[in-house]
């Protein structure tokens, strides 16, 4: 496991190189423009290469990016304005469409906020198994990741090695869930369903046969030169101006700071797990394809720790105001059948207040804020979606870049647009 | 640790473990630079506005609607045995700040809070945090939030040409006429 310890021998560039007066927004020099050579490209919506619906307005003064603004908002769907109308229970639905490629954590994030406004302890088995979900997540949105950044700069096979293991990914989440993508289950309390049986086993093979894949995909591409001279020294970006931008996650990681939620501000198990968090120091598009690469690497033994730690007991807290009750009991027990009945239509209360809990999803610091207002439905719901923030670094990482390399640096920045625009 | 220090503060509330310090909006952008400068909150987490139309207004218990029917625009709180506690104003905004300071094991967080009516602006933190630039510029476009000294504040998300700022709890809901319905 080689994480870099040496500091950086020279600063990424001198200075901040953050436009001004709007920072997200690179605005074409004046006296540049009145030559006349500008040319306006629209890069986007409709692009393969975009992860999404992104719209950039680049201007070029011939191969040079002088000018590029980000136009978002074609996603948009009002996730938020929706979870309003739902009952804390329907909403937990939403989240994981936001983002649909590390899914789990965007569901744990409101759940989490929901059991803080409940003041509720989920029991240590439903921690540790959103723990290992959760890691799981992350290796599949890194996988995606690898796979289509990789195609867009050529390497095309990657994205078929990748979209493989993903397969078995989703495997794992089938067995335990019954469904591939967007699992629904966590619920505020625990989880829905307990541990099927042959799971650890499952995991234990995928932990190892992970890792033997991670070690061959980085043989594909770090000894391919025509991915080496596309991802060295491009989209460039200092720790500085990563802090100012809000940049998290990855993005942040390469830029040389050291600095993970899971490891800063503890959520599920994340403190009684070992791991290393991987940091380097160019700040360029080849240092974030290192990080995601690393962190696959230490979610897989996340997840070999999770799978021997797992603790026994309940996976969920048994409070019949809140959870569900069992399925056998609504034939037999009256309590049960109205308990039932009262949480599917009406919902549980939630006491009033505001919380915003925040987590490390695949893509940095995913936040929630939200209002109650001691009501059976959210007064005020609010994502802190990374790859929003991490679409405002493009202008900075697209200083005087080359058109050809926009590709690689804004796929760099990993993000996805259902989140961006929700 | 108090937070009586900060430029223009009007008062902290400690709630699950959560700080929110509320400040005068004339004065936002002095507490945000005091903020970052003399207690070290660099990083800008996310900026929220929350709309309290209809918070703690009628409908005390029971069922939401009339004889009509369940009207899904009405705002307000429902269905509650007992009603929240009134807020300041319509509006607050929410800055969630962080202590990020590299390898450190620890994530101090604060909410800086400041409120405001319908159409009063609100000092832009741009200046402060560049990233507060798309932050502030959905706050407008979700719940017209004006910022002051916003570079760019424009509609982010929504047309340029959208009407309305749909997040507030009196946008309606349904707001797409439908066809072919039976009053057709």
Known sequence: MAVAERPAAKPIYEGTRIPAPIPTMLQVDPALREQGDILEVNFGPNHPSTHGVLRLVVELNGERVVGLTAVIGYLHTGFEKNMEQKTWWKAITYPARIDYLSFQMNELVFVLAIEKLLEIEPPPKATWMRMLMCELTRIHSHLIWLGTAALEIGAISMLWYCFRDRDAILDLFELVTGVRMHTRYFQTGGLAEDIPPGFYDECRSFVGLMQQRIDDYEAILDRQQIWLERTKGLGLLSAEDAIALGQSGPVLRASGVDWDLRRAEPHLAYDQVEFNVPVYFNGDVYDRYRVHMDEMRESTRIIGQAVEGMPEGPWIVDDRKIVLPPRHELHTSMESLIHHFKLVTEGYRVPEGEVYVAVESARGELGCYVVSDGGPKPWRVKFRAPSFVALEATATCMSDALVADLIAIVGSLDTVMGEVDR | ?184
């Not at chain 2, 004065?27 to 003399?38: C, M, N």
């Not at chain 2, 390898?103 to 809070?113: C, M």
């Open chain 2, 1 to 184: 640790m108090t937070w009586e220090a900060v430029p223009g503060f009007v008062h902290e509330v400690d709630a699950r473990g959560e700080t929110t310090v509320v400040v005068e909006r004339e004065r936002l952008l002095d507490a945000a630079r005091w903020l970052r400068d003399e207690a070290g909150f660099n990083f800008l987490a996310d900026i929220t506005p929350t709309d309290y139309h209809g918070w703690n207004q009628e409908r005390v218990s029971g069922y939401w609607g009339d004889a009509g029917g369940r009207d899904i625009n009405a705002p307000g709180s429902w269905g509650l045995q007992h009603q929240p506690e009134a807020k300041r104003s319509r509006f607050s905004v929410s800055y969630h700040l962080l202590r990020l300071r590299a390898g450190a094991n620890e994530a101090p967080r604060l909410r800086l809070q400041v409120w405001c009516e319908d159409g009063e602006p609100v000092e832009s933190v741009v200046s402060v945090w560049p990233t507060a630039d798309w932050h502030e510029r959905e706050a407008w476009d979700m719940m017209g939030i004006r910022f002051e000294g916003h570079p760019n504040l424009t509609r982010i998300l929504m047309d340029d040409d959208w009407e309305g700022h749909p997040l507030r709890k009196d946008y309606p809901l349904g707001g797409e006429p439908v066809r072919f319905s039976g009053e057709e």
